[in-house]
């Protein structure tokens, strides 16, 4: 079956830092793969998304590429801001309808 | 547009008592799912429905039934609560199945005591 493993947080950074959240994946077939984001009291908004091998998404100033031959999908944003403080999710799908298999989460936490 | 609706935000239940978490969405998507969102787990699929009249088991069905009579409304049932449903539930809609993006509504955070 589909799995994906997202680094345990809380992650705290200073504003300004570099970011890093690692996520791998488990899949039958060729999944699209996805980052969402969920601020505090919200549901979640699509952050970025790539669909194939060596795909590149970008959003915000945020990245990941899909990377087949290790299965991973980490997001990196160059200097995170407060306002970059939220629950980072990953998640794949490999099939038709609309059914997403996510990771647990990681909590950013980005101070001044 | 309002996007994706969920009713109501917070809701009590006593073991044993029914209720609907309503879910509509004015985007016009045939796509729609209910999630649930429990601490150290992420968000696990319960059911979902690529069109009206066509609904499907996810992940974690036991003790819920959906049903879409209309594209907008896609309404989840609690049959009999349990302590064990405690969570945040989050409805969403797509256009059309992923890769296209799923549109989340703010979620209902039940308690069941």
């Known amino acids: 079956g589909n799995s994906v493993t997202q680094m345990e947080g809380p992650v705290t950074l200073s504003e300004e830092a570099f970011l890093t959240i690692n996520c791998t994946y488990t899949a039958t077939g060729y999944p699209s793969l996805f980052w969402y984001v969920q601020y505090p009291g919200e549901g979640l908004q699509l952050l970025l998304k790539?669909?194939?091998?060596?795909d590149k998404g970008s959003n915000k100033g945020f990245e990941a590429t899909y990377r087949k031959e290790t299965t991973s999908f980490h997001l990196e944003k160059g200097s995170v801001q407060v306002s970059d403080s939220a629950v980072y999710f990953c998640a794949l799908s490999t099939g038709t309808a609309s059914k997403l298999t996510f990771g647990t989460g990681t909590r950013l936490q980005v101070t001044l | 547009n309002a996007g994706v609706t969920q009713t109501p935000k917070f809701q009590v239940l006593k073991t044993g008592q029914s209720m609907t978490l309503q879910c509509a969405q004015d985007m016009n998507h045939e796509y729609m799912s209910w999630y649930r969102q429990d601490p150290g787990m992420g968000l696990r699929l319960i059911h979902y429905s690529v069109g009206a009249g066509i609904t499907d088991q996810g992940e974690v069905p036991n003790g819920y039934n959906v049903s879409r009579s209309t594209t907008e409304d896609f309404p989840l049932r609690l049959l009999s609560a349990a302590p064990s449903q405690t969570s945040v539930y989050f409805c969403?809609?797509?256009?059309?199945?992923?890769?296209?993006?799923?549109?989340f509504g703010p979620g209902t955070r039940l308690t069941v005591t």
């Open positions: 790539a669909t194939k091998a060596d």
């Open positions: 969403a809609s797509s256009y059309e199945a992923v890769p296209y993006e799923q549109y």
